[in-house]
């Protein structure tokens, strides 16, 4: 490698780095008293507004989360607490504003359950993440009165 290729290839990579970290952590490159504000307004969304699935959308949503690999993880962390059972009930419902691509399933059961020997836990909540219909990631809430209010209110 040449010297000038060397200078270009370091120019190159001067100029590209703060382009990509401006990219990477979504900041508007305005001034600092504005930034605060912009970052605070990214971090705190609206609030979602769950809808429960009919019958047809709970069958569909099944045969999602048996087909995808991250679908199977959820079920076996499930599982692992104690929350697959004939006296379970299971419900689904999808966030008004992104549709199928963000849906929750809450498990229910007549006894307290879960994986804490302190805790005994109502209710378990899977939040699943999708993009382009394959499941990308899932959070798990766990309900308990000992624990207060869900972070997600749901319609029922």
């Known amino acids: ?3 000038s290729m060397k200078k270009l290839a370091v120019l190159s990579i001067l100029m590209a780095t703060p382009l990509l970290w401006l ?3 979504q900041v508007s490159a305005t001034p600092k008293q504005n930034v ?3 970052i605070y307004s990214q971090a705190k969304p609206a609030p979602a507004k769950w809808r429960r699935m009919n019958q047809k959308q709970e069958l569909e949503q099944i045969k999602s989360i048996i087909n995808h690999r991250m679908g199977v993880a959820a079920l076996n962390q499930l599982a692992l607490e104690g929350f697959i059972g004939y006296d379970c009930q299971r419900s689904f419902y ?3 504003l992104y549709g199928n691509l963000q849906t929750l399933m809450r498990v229910k059961c007549n006894s307290p359950r879960g994986a804490s020997s302190a805790i ?3 209710e378990i909540r899977v ?3 999708r993009f382009e219909s394959n499941i ?3 959070k798990i809430e766990r309900v308990s009165k000992e624990t207060g209010s ?3 209110k749901l319609p029922d």
Do not use: H
């Open 1 to 3: 490698m040449n010297n």
């Open 23 to 25: 990219l990477n952590n």
């Open 36 to 38: 605060a504000n912009s």
């Open 94 to 96: 999808f966030n008004e």
């Open 120 to 122: 005994g836990y109502d």
């Open 127 to 129: 939040i699943f993440n």
């Open 136 to 138: 990308e990631d899932f």
């Open 150 to 152: 869900p972070k997600t």
